[in-house]
Each structure stands twice: as structure tokens, then as C-alpha cells.
């Protein structure tokens, strides 16, 4: 059986933490004390420490040492006060949590008189003393196995929050007791490589005290330690463990002095074996053929292990969404749109011939300038930011003087503590800047708007210079038909109203948003973005299935889109439709809107 089922010769220290290690030895000694609930318990924490197991508890130096090896990160980086550093070693902080049930519960060792000894655990204490007649017995290490689940049960019914924590001491370290020494694992480790359990009663017994039984004190699972109740019941039967469960209840419910009765239980747990319970515990079988790493009941003990660590392991992070494809989209319309700007506003002649023209150009009238104005003035509006206020308190002046905690500040020197009253107060105002407003306009030059050219460009007219009068805003406006045509190009403000024939059958509404996206950065965040489309929505399946594409993805990244209406229409999916009897009347339903989208920004 495990090395630290031996009993240790002398209940001397043999570890000293030196250096970090002192450290953290002195943290965990200052949290040692809610554990346990005693104030005079001292931890040392070091690699090598524990005499041999991954802890134990000395009660002759109320001493509780913890094997550093499983820590299994920096000790000068750990900070056992702090609730959310222990998650990074729960093994280690488990059998701290452990060993600390061992100092608050088991006090019916102290009722034995021989010489004291070490207790080790987790996964089996040391008595502090013992008499001639049951010192190194079967007897005593079967109280003793009993022992370590009977402490968890009775530690759960004053602190049932450190739930978590023994089960990771069961997980990472007591299970390691079926482990030959020395064993030094990661904190945590799940898996039991090396186990050493043969296939006798002894065994079979141990392995039920230590995970069996604990199922009862309602650390582990049935589902969890299934393997090892079928290996157990393989070797000695489900009668004899139907007596065994029959004893670790009663030693669950056994107090913590009961000496007598843990020494009882001790025996009939022998005599269920039948093992001597005056004789030594069987020593573990050697020989050909017994190697006990190849056993079913080690192999039962390995998978309940791994059911364990499974079963506490943090769940793996979900898979991020694959964004890749949607980057290809968006550089793939960021190159379109380019393309389109490029053929739309580039360096070239104007067009004065094909489908897709402007005819001429006119004086705009005194309504159309009026309309202007009155947009310029609603488009002002909306963009005005109101000053910001904010209070700023010190302890010095410029400031008004807030007697309260003027008094306040004097009290704190008279105590001789450092003022931290700041009685000086200040208002502070300052201007936010508005959002810059960018503003593409397109109008419908298709056959369908024949009847409503004359009043498309008025309105593109009111509404790019309308634009052209609020400060830092970008506008431009193109038409769009079989083909795309600029009217103003971005920055510039026309001074006449252009003219334009509407005889096209076919609507490059997509390559028109386009090239407005690409001049005027509507499809980037950075201020108040508008799109404004004067059309009847009229348009080709495969024309509208493009152009709700462009829309969506304008409105996806915050570019608000206005669906000038200037009859019977069909505007697109993601628009504000703003209706208009007469485009010189618009200027307080697109200064609604614009001021919408400027919130917005």
C-alpha cells in the first residue's frame, strides 16, 4: 500500500521553506485558520515536504506540510488569500482543505498513549499516539482508512463550500496513494500511470475506504467510482461490501473523540477481510505474477480517475466564429466599391452622350434656394452639440470652498491621518465637437421616373447644397441608370440644378452605392453618415438582389439610408422611407432624419 500508510519515526519537521517558499508558506498559514477553525496551526509548504505523501498533519507541532512538487507554478506568484488564485492549484489547496479537516476532527487520536507519530494524508492519517496493543496493526489502519472519509464528511457539515476543493485533494492527490512512491505529478494531474493495487482483500478493502466511501460523504459520484465498486465486488463480493458500506456509515457518524468506537470499526472492517486485526496489514504481494500495475482493480482505480478529472475539467473554450470568409466579403466589396469610384469620379471627360446623361443646367429658383436653406439650417441643428459639464473637486484651489469638507480635512490632521477630503470644487464646460456628416445622394434616371425628372433634380440640387452649408460635411451625387454619371463630385457644391433625361431600362443602382461608399466613406465608422436615394424602387430582380446587398451592408456598419419617395414606390429593406409631395418641402423630413442618424454617430 502507499508509502505514506507507513508510519513516520519521528514527528520532526524535515523540510524548511526557505526564500518564496517561506512566502507562501506564512499566506497559507494566515487562511489555514477558517479551515480549520484553530489559530495555532502553522503551514510549511515546500518540494519535498509532507514525509513522503502529498501532505500530512503533525498534531505533537500543529504543523500541517504540504509537498511543494504540487503546486506546479511559481510560489512567488501565488496568492492563496485571493479566492480566484487557488483555482490555479486546486490540488494543492485541496489537500490543504484536507489536512485542515484532519487538525478540526481528528482529536480521537489523542486518546492513545504511546509515542507520537505523524499523520499523513490524504489518503490516510497518522495517529498521534497508539498503545502496544494496536500500534503498526490492521486494526488501526483500517480506523484510520475510515478515518479519511469520515473527516471530509464531517468538514462538508461545517463548510459545505469546500466542496470543489476535495474533490480535486480526491482527483490529484489522494488517489495517488495507489501510486508507488515517490510519485511527484502536476497539480491536478488526472490518470493514475504506475497504480498499484493487487487483486486481494486488503486492497479491494483499501479501495473502497478511500473512494467508495467517500461517494457516501458526498465528495464523489456513483457514475465516477462504478469501475472500482465492480473490481471491488470482484474480489471479495457484493456481500462483504454490502458489510463494509455498513461500516463506513456508522464511522461517518461516529464524533471526533470516539476512540473506542473508531477502534471497533477498525476490527469488524479486519474481520469482514478476514485479515488478523492484531497482526500488521498484509504487505503488498510480490513475486511473478504479481505485478500489480496490470491488475483490474489498479485498472478500475485508473478510470475512475479519469472519470473524476473528466468530469471536474473546465469546459474546453468554444471554437471562435470563422470570421475569414467574412473578411474576404469585405475586402472583395471594398475593392468593388474602389473600382466603381474609380470609373464614377476619375480624372475623365464628362459624358455628354449615351443613355445615362445630364442635359443641362439652370438657375436653381428662389423656392429651391429657400428649401436649401431651411435643410443647411434643420442639418446645423442636428449636428450642434450642447456644452459638456463636469465638477472636478481638489484639495488645493481655484475652486469654491465646501466648508463640510474643509472640517472634514482638518478633523483627518488633527487625527494624524493623511487628508483625503478635497474641499475646492470647480465646474468645467467645453465644447464637443460634432461628427463630421457625409452625404451621398443618387437619383433614378430610368424610364420608370420620366414623369418625375424635373423634381429629381431639385431634390438632389436642395439636398447637395444644403449640404455644401454645414461646417466639415462631404456630400456628392450621382445618377443612376444604365450606367452611373457623377453631378457633384465629393467636397464640391453645385451652383446650378443639373438636368437630366429619364429614358434608361436598366438600373446600376449597386454600382452607384458603390461609388458614393468608396468617395464619401460611408461604409466606415468616424461620424454621421447618410445615404440618400431618390428612386421608385422599380427594378430587375437580379438589380434589387445587388442593391439589397449594398444596402444591408451600409446599414450594417451604421450608415443610415433615406428612401426619398416621390410617388408610388418600392423602397429596399434597411431604409428610412421619406415621403415627398414636393422636393422644395423635404427640408424638415430629411433634417428629421439626418438628425437621427447624426444621434447615431
Not at 464640391?492 to 464619401?520: G, Y
Request: with cysteine; net charge neutral.
Amino acid at each position: 500500500m502507499p508509502t505514506h500508510l507507513n508510519p513516520a519515526t519521528s514527528p520532526t519537521s524535515t523540510v524548511t521553506a526557505r526564500g518564496p517558499w517561506s512566502r507562501l508558506s506564512a499566506a497559507l498559514t494566515g487562511q489555514v485558520a477558517a479551515l480549520a477553525e484553530r489559530d495555532d496551526l502553522i503551514v510549511t509548504c515546500a518540494p519535498g515536504a509532507g514525509h513522503g505523501a502529498p501532505g500530512c498533519f503533525i498534531p505533537a507541532l500543529a504543523t500541517i506540510e504540504l509537498d511543494g512538487t504540487h503546486l506546479g507554478h511559481d510560489p512567488a506568484a501565488c496568492d492563496p488569500s485571493r479566492p480566484s488564485d487557488r483555482e490555479r492549484y486546486p490540488a494543492l489547496w485541496g489537500v490543504l482543505v484536507h489536512e485542515a479537516a484532519h487538525a478540526h476532527h481528528s482529536t480521537w487520536h489523542t486518546t492513545l498513549t504511546a509515542a507520537p507519530t505523524p499523520t499523513t494524508g490524504p489518503g490516510a492519517s497518522r495517529a498521534p499516539g497508539s498503545t502496544a496493543a494496536v500500534r503498526g496493526t490492521a486494526q488501526l489502519e483500517a480506523a484510520l482508512l475510515l478515518e479519511e472519509s469520515r473527516i471530509e464528511a464531517a468538514h462538508l457539515a461545517r463548510r459545505p463550500g469546500d466542496h470543489r476543493w476535495l474533490r480535486a485533494s480526491a482527483t490529484g492527490l489522494v488517489l495517488a496513494d495507489f501510486t508507488p512512491a515517490p510519485s511527484p505529478r502536476p497539480a491536478g494531474a488526472g490518470g493514475s500511470a504506475g497504480v498499484r493495487a493487487a487483486m486481494t482483500p486488503w486492497d479491494a478493502g483499501c479501495a473502497a475506504a478511500l473512494l467508495l466511501a467517500r461517494v457516501t460523504a458526498a465528495v464523489l459520484d456513483t457514475d465516477e467510482t462504478a469501475p472500482v465498486a465492480r473490481a471491488v465486488c470482484e474480489v471479495i463480493g457484493s456481500g462483504r461490501l454490502g458489510v463494509l458500506a455498513e461500516l463506513w456509515c456508522p464511522a461517518h457518524r461516529t464524533v471526533d473523540h470516539d476512540t473506542a468506537g473508531m477502534l471497533e470499526l477498525g476490527r469488524l472492517w479486519c474481520e469482514c477481510l478476514g485479515i488478523d486485526p492484531d497482526q500488521p496489514p498484509p504487505p503488498p504481494e510480490t513475486g511473478p505474477g504479481a505485478h500489480a500495475a496490470s491488475s483490474a482493480l489498479a485498472a478500475a482505480i485508473t478510470a475512475a480517475v479519469q472519470a473524476i478529472t473528466d468530469a471536474d475539467a473546465p469546459p474546453a473554450p468554444l471554437p471562435g466564429p470563422d470570421r475569414s470568409a467574412e473578411r474576404r466579403a469585405e475586402k472583395q466589396a471594398r475593392d468593388q466599391a474602389d473600382r466603381a469610384a474609380s470609373r464614377v469620379f476619375g480624372d475623365l471627360p464628362e459624358v455628354t452622350h449615351g443613355p445615362t446623361k445630364i442635359t443641362g443646367t439652370r438657375a436653381a429658383t428662389h423656392a429651391e434656394q429657400a428649401a436649401a436653406r431651411r435643410l443647411a439650417r434643420h442639418l446645423r441643428n442636428a449636428a450642434h452639440r450642447d456644452r459638456a459639464t463636469t465638477t472636478h473637486t481638489s484639495p488645493t484651489p481655484p475652486g469654491r470652498l465646501r466648508m463640510r469638507d474643509a472640517l472634514a480635512a482638518d478633523a483627518q490632521r488633527a487625527a494624524g491621518a493623511v487628508p483625503t477630503a478635497e474641499p475646492f470644487t470647480r465646474t468645467v464646460h467645453r465644447h464637443v465637437p460634432a461628427p463630421p456628416l457625409r452625404v451621398g445622394i443618387a437619383c433614378d434616371v430610368s424610364a420608370s421616373m420620366r414623369p418625375l425628372a424635373a423634381p429629381v433634380a431639385s431634390a438632389a440640387w436642395i439636398l447637395g447644397r444644403a449640404t455644401g452649408h454645414v461646417p466639415d460635411a462631404r456630400a456628392a451625387t450621382v445618377i443612376f441608370g444604365a450606367t452611373v454619371r457623377p453631378v457633384t463630385r465629393p467636397g464640391r457644391t453645385a451652383t446650378r440644378v443639373h438636368e437630366f433625361s429619364a429614358a434608361d431600362n436598366r438600373h446600376a443602382f449597386a454600382e452607384a452605392v458603390d461609388a458614393l461608399d468608396a468617395a464619401l466613406d460611408l461604409s466606415r465608422p468616424g461620424g454621421a453618415r447618410l445615404l440618400i436615394v431618390v428612386s421608385d424602387g422599380i427594378f430587375h430582380d437580379a438589380e434589387r438582389t445587388d442593391g439589397q446587398q449594398r444596402i444591408t451592408r451600409l446599414a450594417r456598419s451604421g450608415c443610415a439610408v433615406l428612401w426619398l419617395t416621390l410617388g408610388p414606390t418600392a423602397p429596399m429593406d434597411g431604409t428610412l422611407p421619406v415621403p415627398l409631395d414636393d422636393p422644395a418641402d423635404a427640408s424638415a423630413a430629411i433634417g428629421q432624419a439626418a438628425a437621427r442618424a447624426l444621434r447615431n454617430a
